[in-house]
């Protein structure tokens, strides 16, 4: 069971930026995809972005693409969300998840990311006009 622990939320300006942080622990990091969600005060939770287990493909919602960097550093078993020209719209808690797939190879973009079914407890990201 992996358990996945989020953090580097807070208030920033529009324009300004932040960097996420997952650590996971409970399994071989290294050996699964990972990915970002949020949720916004009365919308459901959609993807931000993905990578893979050797963080060789990344994959990025449309919306944020061209602000947000997916990463992962698998000797610290930590996955990144680097975000950048941060807008109001970008407000939302922001979860961790983890694949359940060892060794995926496929495309998030083409096969879903209903597989990233392991969450983290979330961190709140605000962006102010």
């Known amino acids: 069971q992996v358990q996945l622990v989020e953090s580097g939320g807070g208030l920033v300006q529009a324009g300004g930026s932040l960097r996420l942080s997952c650590a996971a622990s409970g399994r071989t990091f290294s050996m699964y995809g990972m990915g970002w969600f949020r949720q916004a005060p009365g919308k459901e939770r959609e993807f931000v972005a993905a990578?893979?287990?050797?963080?060789?493909?990344?994959y990025y919602a449309d919306s944020v693409k061209g602000r947000f960097t997916i990463s992962r550093d698998n000797a610290k078993n930590t996955v990144y969300l680097q975000m950048n020209s941060l807008k109001p719209e970008d407000t939302a808690v922001y979860y961790c998840?983890?694949?359940?797939?060892?060794?995926?190879?496929?495309?998030?973009?083409?096969?879903?990311?209903?597989?990233?079914?392991?969450w983290g407890q979330g961190t709140q990201v605000t962006v102010s006009s």
């Open positions: 990578i893979s287990w050797s963080g060789g493909s990344t």
């Open positions: 998840a983890a694949d359940h797939r060892a060794y995926y190879s496929g495309s998030y973009y083409t096969e879903g990311t209903a597989s990233l079914g392991s």
